[in-house]
């Protein structure tokens, strides 16, 4: 069950993405190396953690499943298979593998299983995730600190869109004072009033959309200096990164754990704004007080 | 140490506020009864917790100041006065106590002391916060879903105003193309472009501002329909809540923890828009389709 900094430190980059189990929706942040894993689902009420190593993982496979024959390499590879494809929310696609056949959740009072079935080599394959509530400093370090950065940084978003739509209407204002008519059907803009009770879905905290889960993931990567400089080097990070298999690498080419260095902008507005601008590769371009 | 259903409701809507002790910025929620307290303290690695009531209290008081022959009624009053103004970072104004005169801070592997010293009839007055690392559930309560909830409402908050923008854009536009000037002196705007990595202020997590926090209380209002059905009704929420003493009221005086029942809007932009909307009171005149 020992954790090395590694495992710890990769994980933290990891997206968050909601997963359905029975009932329940979660959060979940998975990283699976070689012969270990380490999983957090996050509920309403708690974050729970499950991480294993080799040694662990052998035991538990053993005692859940008797009547199989196979290697624990050959076992955990068919476990990351059946369980990468559900807990990224990419069952049904990109031929990841098919899924498990069967998932149950099971709560206690301080303890939660996860219980998968899936058949290997014509024979049922079972695993079991035996969830802990994960230290505070997990709590804080994977979701408090980042959630409060993206809280700012969306902030100081707002504010600046708020300045812009004032030198708009002050220009728009100006144009109409002086008698300025629209002739493409261009419909009128107004002051649009917003209240935000309206943008508040209480019920959304665990629906993270996969604009935010960008956003989160970006600012992971700026609150992790070895992870930034790993980016700017473009050398592996730590010793225990490597040998991570291709799972890992393939999280990476999708892009969701795309860095700051590429000019990441919320929702992709690349067609409202003009173009976007690179500030390490370009210079700052953004001109703050004039906004 | 016990605590009930009452305190810890009531602490879930007071404000976070950023604190410095000694060297160490937090971000600090606390309540205040009578004879009785709760306080979180967020860095960056932990949130820590102290939560008393009238027996551990007096036994405290009563080992750290040997000398002191006050009332544990009087020894409390006074802790609440010295200590108010420190915690909700009012230590200089509005003329409700003049705070310790001294702080310190100790850590601990798994806990964290704070010490104050300061005076009570002529006599040195000491006291002490034991804190531990709060339980998950706590930190997931008080922070992770309620901010979860703030991004998703920023998030979609930025969308609405994205596309506002795109709208005036296209006004603009057209005035230009049909030969509209500018005779104010009124600047032109342009597609202004911004990069989320100049608004990302990675030191700035426990910087939590004030239209952060406000909107931080309003969330937890709607999180907590306890409190809602309170604020409707203008009734007493629960029986833990009579009694709590002037600290308490006055606070919800102030309007730190306002409810979204008054048309909240991030940094009162009651300037910017015509008029604030009260969606429960008028129905809902936003028309969201059409942004």
Redesign the interface.
Known sequence: MASSVGPSSLLRSRPWIPVDIGDSRF?CKSWFGRMQYHVFL?D????WEDQMEAEGIQTRAQELNRRLRASTESFFSHLVSVVIPFLTGSRHGHGTGSGPDHVTLHRAENHMTLRLKSELAGLPFYWEFHCC?????A???Q????????????????????K????????????R??G?????G????E????????????D??????S??SD?FS??VS??NPTKRKRQNSGQEEEEGEKGDGPLVEEEEKTGQMKG?DE?????D?KN?????????QEG???R?S??
């Open positions: 959060l996050l309403g009420e708690c974050l509530p994960a230290p505070v400093s709590v804080c370090g979701l408090v600190r980042p959630l409060l950065v993206m809280g700012g940084a969306l902030q100081r978003q707002v504010d600046i869109l708020f812009l739509l004032q030198r708009k209407d002050a220009e728009i204002q100006d144009y004072e002086n300025a008519q629209l002739t493409r261009t419909p009128t803009t002051h649009r009033i917003w209240v935000l009770p309206l943008l508040l879905d209480q959304s905290s665990l629906n993270f959309s604009d935010l956003l970006c600012i700026q609150l700051l000019g990441w902008n919320i929702s507005k409202l704004w003009d173009s976007v601008l690179n500030p390490i700052n371009h953004v703050k004039e906004l």
